[in-house]
């Protein structure tokens, strides 16, 4: 806005009618062409001879018709087009809608698909056959700068996504962002799907990782999934996105989280080592201060209180394969064979009591003499990650530990998909890419549960008998390529 007081020598009362009545009708036009030209080209003045006449009724009621009467020829080239037309700018803003995110750039859009597929589908070349008013790009700047502005009026941070659940977020059967949690010490945000707590709240047993690349910052997410035998298909089943490493934080979120599931599911959540129902167990990779926090959820519910190690002793298993990789970042160059390093630190998942699997840890740290080693039976040492390994130093029921799986594949290759939208994405963005990946989900869910339509071609084999078949067809090509070369 501009502001500039009037002096006391101006004829306030003039400018009074102006402001209400606006300014007098004009009848009389000017005579000479009013091209404007420039600043740069140093021409005042249009020097070409074209008069104009416009004829204008006295009463517009009447005939509300104008006339215009041109006279001679225009010596200068027409006038370039400088208002895009509406038409054009609705077409703009149907592209740029879908992808539109805090972080969308001029150059996003003009080498988007969406462009592409449109201009090919009409024969058209670039963006400037489209309209000539779009030569000028800065245009397209404004236009996406003034669509952020007022969908993403907050940003993509936290502030963003406060305001994303507080407009289109507070009906309780569709929506996906179900609490944000801000302190002191971090914020909670919880991404849930009345579907996904449907098929959360049947299952036995659940996997949980922790995605670190997919958002940016220090924004980290907890991924709940499954694999379902029946659909043969990978399930994201909720989200946790945090920027704490706080146990307590942690323990906050487990909490809000399981019971915005009983809630949503209309069904408690139990746990079977303190209710004798309900979730068996789960097979996570976690560290210890998320370890610890679910714990203490735990402990939070149990009616006697006990640890939260004794929790995770009791309903927790270790992914196998995350245990092999810390073994080959040990010893890189070992050979994988049972007589080799490698493999005497690999024989620990085989202890069949808890004597056994201390005594090999202790054998271990005398007979290997490596730094590297020492410190990795000392982790191993500790009673939950015995507990989380081997079933014989767990509280869990043998029957129980082989129904857990041995691996978070599960919830592993949930986090690989969502790579494929985009690595250290701004937190209102990944959300939003979270949102599309998990609706996908349950909706393919849905549709083999109630038309028997597969989301792929492939059959519903376990992700066992995938890798097993992997490998036979691996073995083959192998045999093929040696029997070939002789």
């Not at 009074?16 to 003045?45: D, H, M, W, Y």
């Not at 709940?224 to 934080?249: E, N, Y």
Request: charged share 25%.
């Amino acid at each position: 806005h501009f502001i500039r007081w009037v002096p006391e020598n101006v004829e306030l009362l003039y400018f009074q009618e102006l402001f209400t009545a606006g300014l007098p009708l004009n009848k009389t036009s000017s005579a000479r062409c009013n091209v404007i030209e420039p600043t740069s080209s140093g021409i005042r003045t249009c020097e070409c001879g074209v008069e104009f006449h416009v004829i204008i009724p006295d009463d517009l009621d009447a005939c509300p018709y104008f006339v215009i009467v041109v006279f001679g020829v225009h010596s200068h080239a027409p006038h370039a087009p400088f208002v895009t037309q509406g038409t054009t700018v609705d077409t703009v803003l149907a592209m740029l809608h879908p992808m539109l995110t805090p972080k969308t750039s001029r150059s996003d859009f003009l080498k988007s698909p969406q462009l592409n597929a449109y201009l090919q589908a009409r024969g058209l070349r670039s963006i400037e056959d489209l309209d000539a008013t779009l030569t000028n790009k800065d245009r397209i700047k404004r236009l996406i700068a003034k669509e952020k502005l007022t969908r993403f009026p907050f940003g993509g941070d936290i502030e963003g996504v406060m305001f994303e659940w507080r407009m289109r977020h507070q009906d309780p059967e569709t929506a996906y962002i179900r609490k944000i949690v801000t302190t002191a010490f971090g914020s909670i945000i919880i991404g849930l799907y009345d579907e996904q707590a449907q098929i959360f709240i049947q299952r036995s047993t659940f996997q949980m990782d922790m995605s670190f690349k997919r958002l940016d910052g220090k924004w980290n997410e907890i991924l709940f999934a499954c694999f379902d035998d029946r659909h043969g298909k990978i399930i994201t089943l909720g989200r946790i996105i945090t920027d704490t490493q706080r146990s307590k934080m942690y323990e906050l979120a487990f909490n809000w989280f399981f019971e915005l599931l009983g809630e949503r599911s209309r069904k408690k959540v139990q746990w079977y080592h303190l209710n004798i129902d309900g979730f068996l167990g789960t097979t996570v990779d976690m560290d210890s201060k998320q370890m610890a926090g679910f714990g203490r959820y735990l402990s939070r519910l149990d009616p006697q209180h006990r640890s939260w190690q004794w929790q995770l002793q009791s309903c927790m298993r270790f992914c196998r394969i995350h245990f092999v990789r810390s073994i080959n970042r040990v010893c890189p160059q070992c050979p994988h064979t049972t007589d080799s390093r490698w493999g005497r630190m690999r024989s620990l998942l085989d202890a069949e009591s808890p004597n056994e699997y201390y005594e090999l840890c202790e054998l271990l740290v005398v007979g290997e003499m490596s730094e590297a080693v020492t410190n990795w039976v000392r982790h191993k040492k500790n009673k939950v990650i015995a507990a989380g390994l081997v079933q014989s130093c767990s509280n869990i029921p043998k029957p129980i530990w082989n129904m857990l799986e041995s691996h978070s594949n599960a919830a592993e290759q949930a986090g690989q998909k969502g790579y494929r939208t985009g690595t250290r994405l701004p937190l209102l963005e990944g959300i939003k890419m979270a949102m599309q990946m998990d609706l996908q989900d349950v909706k393919e869910y849905q549709m083999r549960h109630k038309l028997g339509n597969r989301h792929a071609d492939r059959s519903t084999l376990s992700l066992s008998q995938r890798f097993y078949n992997n490998i036979g067809r691996e073995q083959s090509m192998a045999l093929k390529r040696i029997i070939h070369v002789y």
